[in-house]
């Protein structure tokens, strides 16, 4: 990949009044690079330890292997799945 290879990117609250989730906004060359669009999943994983958060992006495992918090993957504000990834 050509050009900047790291950027800086500052979560912002979204949704309603009382209950506010944190969004992140992944730069537009970045994403058309690396082939990210709305469909992408991708795992999340705190390493408590160091203080990392690590996103993995999902290629190999199908929607419905995941187990949603949530009613729908389709839902504006879409919710995290519970997976293990130890």
Same mark, same amino acid.
């Given at each position: 990949?050509?050009?900047?290879?790291?950027?800086?990117?500052?979560?912002?609250?979204?949704?309603?009044?009382?209950?506010k989730?944190?969004?992140?906004?992944?730069?537009?060359?970045?994403?058309?690079?690396?082939?990210?669009?709305?469909?992408?999943?991708?795992?999340?994983?705190? *390493?408590?330890? *160091?203080?990392?958060?690590?996103?993995?992006?999902i290629?190999?495992?199908?929607?419905?292997?995941?187990?949603?918090?949530?009613?729908?993957?389709?839902?504006?504000?879409?919710q995290?799945?519970?997976?293990?990834?130890?």
């Amino acid at each position: 990949m050509h050009g900047k290879s790291v950027y800086v990117i500052q979560p912002y609250e979204v949704g309603a009044t009382k209950r506010k989730s944190l969004a992140m906004i992944i730069p537009a060359k970045y994403a058309r690079d690396n082939q990210i669009d709305k469909s992408t999943v991708f795992i999340v994983k705190a *390493n408590e330890q *160091n203080g990392k958060i690590v996103f993995h992006r999902i290629k190999d495992i199908g929607l419905e292997e995941l187990m949603p918090t949530g009613e729908s993957f389709q839902a504006s504000s879409q919710q995290a799945s519970n997976i293990d990834i130890r």
